[in-house]
Each structure stands twice: as C-alpha cells, then as structure tokens.
C-alpha cells in the first residue's frame, strides 16, 4: 500500500498568513492527490483533487501543487474559518485510498 | 442539493453485528460508485470499502475484509454496510461518501458512530 506522510502534524498561524502543508507518497502517484478539510464534529470536505484542480464553490486562496510524491497545499491568506484539520488522500493506487495523518491548524 | 445520510450506528458488544445504512438524494445515485471511510476517536481517516455504480466491483480495507460486506439498492438510493464479528478496533464515526472522477470523495454524510464495547 501507498503510505502518505503529511507535514507538519500541526501549525500555528494568524489570520492574513500563508500557510503551505505538505503531502509526501511512498511512491509516485503522478497527480492523483486529493486535499480535505475536516472541522470538529463535521464530515471532510474535499478542497482540491487532481493534485491542482480547484473543487467547485472553494474560495481562490486554496491552491495545490506538486506531482510524483511530493504535494503541497497553499492557504494563500487565512481567513478565521480555515482553522481546522486537512488530509491528502492518494487514489492512484487503488485499493486502498490511503490518507495522510492530517494536519491540524490551529490559530496563533 | 446532494444529501447523504447515514443511520444505523450505536453501541454494541464485542463479536456482535451492526448495519449501517446511507440514504443518498439529490442526483442519479445508480451512477455513481461509492464508499464508506470510517474515523476513530481523536484519529485520521480510515478507507474501509467501496462499491461501483452497479456492484460490480467491491473493495475492502484488509482490516474489514472477511467481516465486513457493503451493498446497494439502486431503486432504494440506498448504501449499506453490514459489519459482523465487531472488535474494539472499529469504534469509529462511519462516513459514507460519492466517488467524484477517479477517486476523489466529493460529497461525504454527516456520519454515523459506531462503539464496540463490553
């Protein structure tokens, strides 16, 4: 199985900052890569997919990047309700989908 | 507006069974592969199976397999999970989810908790 291994495990910001998490695979995935963004209580909620591609409705200051293992995710300026916790997910190799161990960001 | 909707969690004992059911509305269900993705208390994200379109092709995490068994109605817009021979292990919120392309969950329900417990 693909083992993916985000970093940090959690982050510490202030609204207005850039903030980048990063996604790496145990091996190339090309650009199958999916980024999540789950709240407390509530269920994820996908974000980018494609490695790039920008799920309908999410506002333009999320972006994502990268191809082969190694992935990053870009908050370009955070806004009060991106504190939360995100997954990269591989679905290049299936099954299974494996995802990351999240990455939890918290406010500064 | 798509609506998924998870029931059928609850509390139960060590080796005992529970089905999980996803009411799903507001698109073309029958097209759609989908899977369940289950998360255990103050854990990550955990795949558990899939399901296509029309059955065809069934998939389960190793750590399921051979005790868990996901299914459809097409005519009912309705995704199950029958998990039999429960172990501690698999207390989790269960989340039921719609493949979107190749692989990206798109929609997710609100989740259902399951608790194995003596």
């Known amino acids: 199985d693909i083992q993916m291994t985000q970093s940090p495990s959690s982050v510490s910001a202030s609204v207005g900052d850039r903030v980048t998490i990063t996604c790496r695979a145990s091996?190339?995935?090309?650009?199958?890569l999916a980024w999540y963004q789950q709240k407390p209580g509530k269920a994820p909620k996908l974000l980018i997919y494609?490695?790039?591609s920008l799920q309908s409705g999410v506002p333009s200051r999320f972006s994502g990047s990268g191809s082969g293992t190694d992935f990053t995710l870009t908050i370009s300026s955070l806004q009060p309700e991106d504190f939360a916790t995100y997954y990269c997910?591989?679905?290049?190799?299936?099954?299974?989908?494996?995802f990351g161990q999240g990455t939890k960001l918290e406010i500064k | 507006e798509v609506q998924l909707v998870e029931s059928g969690g609850g509390l139960v004992k060590p080796g005992g069974s529970l089905r999980l059911s996803c009411a799903a509305s507001?698109?073309?269900?029958?097209?759609?592969?989908m899977n369940w993705v289950r998360q255990a208390p103050g854990k990550g994200l955990e795949w558990v199976s899939s399901?296509?379109?029309?059955?065809?092709?069934?998939y389960y995490a190793d750590s399921v397999k051979g005790r868990f068994t996901i299914s459809r109605d097409n005519a009912k817009n309705s995704l199950y999970l029958q998990m039999n021979s429960l172990r501690a292990e698999d207390t989790a919120v269960y989340y039921c989810?719609?493949?979107?392309?190749?692989?990206?969950?798109?929609?997710w329900g609100q989740g259902t908790l399951v608790t194995v417990s003596s």
């Open positions: 989810a719609r493949v979107f392309s190749s692989g990206w969950l798109d929609y």
């Open positions: 507001g698109f073309t269900f029958s097209s759609y592969s």
């Open positions: 399901i296509s379109s029309s059955s065809s092709y069934i």
């Open positions: 091996q190339g995935i090309s650009s199958w």
């Open positions: 494609a490695a790039s």
């Open positions: 997910q591989q679905a290049n190799s299936f099954p299974p989908y494996t």
